[in-house]
C-alpha cells in the first residue's frame, strides 16, 4: 500500500559526504528507517525517527556522522551521511513501521527498493 522510494546513492571516496532521500507515498505517523545490505552479508540497521523526531542510531558505527531526519510536509525522510568509509558500501533501503522505535526489520511494514552507496578507499 505505501510505497517508499529512495534516491541519492552514488560512488564516493572516503570522507566523502550523501545525502540519500526517501520519499513516501504517505507518511501519516509511521516510524521511518534506514537499513542497509552490503554484499555478503544482512540487512543491517542504520537509524529511525518517530513522527515527532525521536531517533535512534546503530550509535557505534554510524552515530556522529549519519543523521536521520524527516520532512513530513514533504513526506520524505533524509539520511545525511559524512565522513562516509569504505564499510559504508552497501544498498541503502528506506522503511515504515506504525510502531515504536526498533532496529528489528521484522517490525516495518513497507520497504522501498533500495539505492547503492559505494564508498572507494
Known amino acids: 500500500q505505501v510505497q517508499l522510494v529512495e534516491s541519492g546513492g552514488a560512488l564516493v571516496q572516503a570522507g566523502g559526504s550523501l545525502r540519500l532521500s526517501c520519499a513516501a507515498s504517505?507518511?501519516?505517523?509511521?516510524?521511518m528507517s534506514w537499513f542497509r545490505r552490503a554484499p555478503g552479508k544482512d540487512r543491517e540497521f542504520v537509524a529511525a525517527?518517530?513522527?515527532?523526531?525521536?531517533?535512534?542510531y546503530d550509535t557505534d558505527s554510524v552515530k556522529g556522522r549519519f543523521t536521520i531526519s524527516r520532512d513530513n510536509a514533504k513526506k520524505t525522510v533524509y539520511l545525511q551521511m559524512n565522513d562516509l568509509k569504505p564499510e559504508d558500501t552497501a544498498v541503502y533501503y528506506c522503511?515504515?513501521?506504525?510502531?515504536?522505535?526498533?532496529?528489528?526489520?521484522?517490525?516495518?511494514?513497507?520497504w522501498g527498493q533500495g539505492t547503492q552507496v559505494t564508498v572507494s578507499s
Open positions: 522503511a515504515a513501521a506504525d510502531g515504536l522505535l526498533s532496529r528489528d526489520p521484522g517490525k516495518y511494514d513497507y
Open positions: 504517505e507518511f501519516r505517523t509511521y516510524t
Open positions: 525517527i518517530t513522527w515527532s523526531g525521536g531517533r535512534i
